[in-house]
């Protein structure tokens, strides 16, 4: 493979962090951009001692520069974040994403947008395919991230319409491993913090609601076959693992691994909380072959061994 110069925005993220090391490691010269909002200032240092080139700015003002690859993963992702930060997440979904479409338009990179399944809202359809329009509240207090998500899509869609851009769109599932923020209202960090502390696991609603979590090393190279594919311009794929578990047997499960004697709450259910959430992966597999390849068990076993050791060395919960 050749060596490319790519730009990831939102690479001090969780995934973003993970998204640059694999792509140091595939030899491509990486750039990353973000304005550490909601990413721990400590993983600048990490990303600069494997070659990455830290830009500190907000990705509505990413600077000009030649690509061949735009990976955007700049927006706040979890309801903690995007709700205490809703205009600048609804900036970096709209405005952002002009701005990352009108620099591969200049340069002529290919762009991929890294969209979300919460565009398919409290879904209808069950699993969810990339034909499917969505269910989603456009005035709800998830709104700011899930409506701007498919704004940018409508965007991304229209450059390469208008201008030609190269882009293409992965809606993706939740995702989970190591490094994760232990503070930002998330399932499985929140729930590996408890149990590893024997502190009630607190579940909101009953336990019914559905996931499927991917473990971030799949869903890298998700990304990385579809934002390196010169012929991916104009698709939509679904990257996530197809197995759907219930936030009560996922409690459970990080219980049982933990070894903990956490007990189990239930608390008040989140307003347009989804009820069930599974991808339809075909399209990506018949493109690609890829299907995650990380049981659920031994990723969280891979989290809790990570956040046990965070634990131990930081009490502070900004860790990531």
């Not at 993970?18 to 010269?29: D, K, V």
């Not at 919460?118 to 456009?138: A, F, I």
């Amino acid at each position: 493979m050749a060596r490319q110069r790519i730009l990831v925005a939102g690479g001090a993220g969780f995934i973003g962090q993970h998204l640059c090391r694999r792509l140091r490691q595939l030899g491509h010269a990486v750039d990353c951009i973000d304005n550490f909002s909601t990413s721990d200032p400590r993983g600048r240092q990490a990303l600069e001692s494997i070659g990455v080139h830290v830009i500190e700015a907000d990705v509505t003002s990413a600077p000009d520069r030649l690509y061949d690859v735009i990976f955007h993963l700049a927006s706040p992702a979890s309801p903690v974040h995007y709700r205490r930060l809703s205009l600048p997440t609804m900036w970096a979904n709209a405005l952002g994403t002009r701005r990352l479409l009108e620099l591969a338009a200049v340069c002529g990179a290919s762009m991929l947008l890294a969209s979300t399944s919460e565009v398919y809202g409290d879904p209808l359809q069950h699993p969810q395919t990339e034909s499917y329009w969505g269910n989603v509240n456009p005035v709800g207090e998830r709104a700011c991230y899930d409506e701007s998500k498919r704004f940018a899509e409508a965007l991304t869609t229209e450059y390469r319409r208008v201008y030609g851009v190269n882009s293409r769109i992965v809606r993706i599932f939740n995702t989970y491993g190591p490094g994760m923020a232990l503070d930002d209202g998330r399932a499985i960090p929140e729930f590996a913090v408890a149990a590893l502390k024997n502190k009630p696991i607190r579940i909101q609603g009953d336990g019914s609601q559905t996931r499927s979590f991917c473990y971030v090393d799949d869903l890298v190279e998700g990304l990385i076959h579809v934002g390196l594919d010169t012929k991916a311009g104009g698709e939509i794929f679904n990257v996530g693992n197809p197995r759907e578990v219930t936030i009560l047997q996922a409690a459970e499960l990080i219980r049982e691994i933990a070894n903990s004697t956490s007990p189990i709450e239930f608390v008040g259910a989140v307003a347009d909380d989804p009820q069930r959430r599974c991808p339809d992966i075909a399209k990506i597999q018949k493109a690609y072959g890829w299907a995650p390849s990380v049981s659920l068990e031994d990723g969280l076993a891979a989290v809790l061994e990570d956040v046990r050791q965070r634990l131990a060395v930081d009490s502070s919960p900004n860790l990531r």
